[in-house]
């Protein structure tokens, strides 16, 4: 067992492993169906016959499941973990927050289901059938009691940034969805306004809900395994607040030369140059995780990388020129990979690697499984964002020439595409291991002579006066 492990871990353990086996059972469902999609786009006729599994609902039921089953249960997990260690003591509610992981799970089952029998809503990020939505609303804030409760019952007064951002994530989703399903789908706004609460629904899933979840972890994880204090924690506070003022307001980047006004998507540039502050702030505090050799440093890095070059890629592709040449393109889907893939994703794995030993107070099982995941993840997100930029920029690059026809279109990116494929093969290979490695440590007796794989410093994070 490591060091730092408490009672308090063993007290909570209940709800938490229920959270990560489920998100780790839907990485893997998703990755199945993601490998499908990426067929397709290079071999139209791949499965056609099967109505359940044309490209509209592969996808859709791949991202339904990536986001709302691995993010979600994971970020949720996490989230209820350093919030419950930051309160010195064991969760409470736990009653709750296993009732609610289990309706969430069946609320994503249902929308699966859904989906996959044309009941899909056809908007991004936002799959779910509208009947399955109230379920997600409520179940999610059962399980947001817990770790709200451990918000405000804390024993140590001190407010940390691990704890503004799991809290905000817990408090935003639920208003988000509700703001998304009453003018989506209760009264439904008309015209444009559509594709304006679509696109705000999904850049604040991103911005102030997936990004405060990794980055609640990240900020936890970073001092207690480097064992350092954070070294300019005073623009903590100022970076946490410009994510929360600032990031739904990008949304409109999406809509640069649509039937909207103007104003919209220039606001969204103007914002996404604002929030690169949030990133100065984020890299000033977390550079030390790019020093560590610790497996869960390894993923964290990995991460806050790919969370800079995603803003500065945002940022970038807001401007008018930019994005006449970039929009519609297999571009909008490497950056939407690069932030939920590369960013959310490998930070919840380095806090997945961080956690579960002191969760269940024992070691990994394998640690070549550990440096299997490690290698096989790396490579193939950056083989599969890769190969999506430069299919992007060929497909851009010929939708701009009048003599280009699409059979020559397809042709020139269908290499590219392959390799997104294999990238995502090497993806779904190492995301088996993970959860083979998850499941023999999580299910096996505690052998107290064997040594820990991590045995991180003493904690260390400073507290905002």
């Given at each position: 067992m490591s060091s730092e492990w408490t009672p308090n871990d063993a007290a909570?353990?209940?709800?938490?492993?229920?959270?990560?086996?489920?998100?780790?059972?839907?990485?893997?469902?998703?990755?199945?169906?993601?490998?499908?999609?990426?067929?397709?786009?290079?071999?139209?006729?791949?499965?056609?016959?099967?109505?359940?599994l044309t490209y509209g609902r592969v996808s859709t039921l791949s991202e339904t499941a990536f986001v709302y089953g691995w993010l979600a249960n994971t970020g949720l997990a996490l989230a209820l973990w350093v919030l419950g260690r930051l309160a010195g003591e064991p969760l409470r509610a736990q009653n709750w927050a296993i009732a609610g992981a289990v309706l969430w799970n069946i609320g994503v089952t249902v929308a699966l289901a859904g989906v996959a029998t044309g009941d899909a809503t056809g908007f991004t990020l936002l799959g779910l059938?509208?009947?399955?939505?109230?379920?997600?609303?409520?179940?999610?804030?059962?399980?947001?009691v817990s770790g709200l409760l451990a918000w405000s019952g804390r024993l140590r007064k001190a407010s940390y940034a691990s704890h503004w951002y799991a809290a905000t994530a817990l408090f935003v989703f639920p208003w988000i969805l509700s703001i998304a399903h009453v003018m989506l789908f209760m009264a439904p706004v008309r015209g444009v306004l559509q594709a304006i609460i679509a696109g705000w629904y999904a850049q604040s899933v991103w911005t102030l809900w997936l990004a405060p979840l990794s980055l609640s972890v990240a900020y936890y994880v970073v001092p207690k395994v480097t064992g350092r204090v954070l070294p300019s924690y005073a623009y903590a506070a100022p970076g946490f607040w410009c994510l929360i003022f600032i990031g739904g307001l990008t949304g409109g980047r999406h809509l640069v030369?649509?039937?909207v006004p103007a104003w919209i998507p220039s606001v969204a540039v103007v914002s996404c140059l604002l929030l690169l502050f949030h990133t100065f702030a984020v890299t000033l505090n977390l550079r030390g995780a790019f020093l560590g050799k610790a497996v869960a440093l390894r993923f964290v890095s990995f991460g806050i990388g790919a969370?800079?070059?995603?803003?500065?890629?945002d940022a970038v592709t807001s401007f008018h020129g930019v994005a006449a040449r970039t929009q519609f393109t297999y571009v909008d889907e490497a950056q939407r990979q690069l932030a939920l893939y590369a960013t959310v994703s490998t930070i919840l794995f380095g806090g997945i690697y961080y956690a579960l030993p002191l969760i269940t107070g024992k070691a990994w099982f394998s640690r070549r499984l550990v440096r299997t995941h490690l290698v096989l993840a790396g490579s193939g997100i950056l083989l599969l964002v890769g190969s999506l930029c430069l299919a992007g920029l060929v497909q851009s690059h010929d939708l701009l020439d009048p003599q280009v026809e699409f059979e020559d279109i397809f042709q020139h990116t269908r290499p590219w595409l392959v390799t997104a494929t294999l990238a995502r093969v090497i993806l779904l290979v190492g995301n088996m291991a993970f959860l083979a490695n998850?499941?023999?440590?999580?299910?096996r007796t505690p052998d107290i002579s064997r040594p820990a794989s991590f045995r991180p410093p003493a904690a260390m994070e400073t507290p905002v006066t």
């Open positions: 909570s353990r209940g709800p938490l492993l229920l959270l990560l086996a489920s998100g780790l059972l839907w990485l893997v469902v998703s990755g199945g169906l993601a490998i499908i999609a990426s067929v397709q786009l290079h071999d139209p006729a791949f499965l056609t016959d099967c109505s359940i059938p509208s009947y399955v939505q109230l379920l997600m609303f409520f179940s999610y804030g059962a399980i947001a030369g649509g039937p969370y800079i070059v995603g803003a500065i890629a998850f499941h023999l440590t999580a299910c």
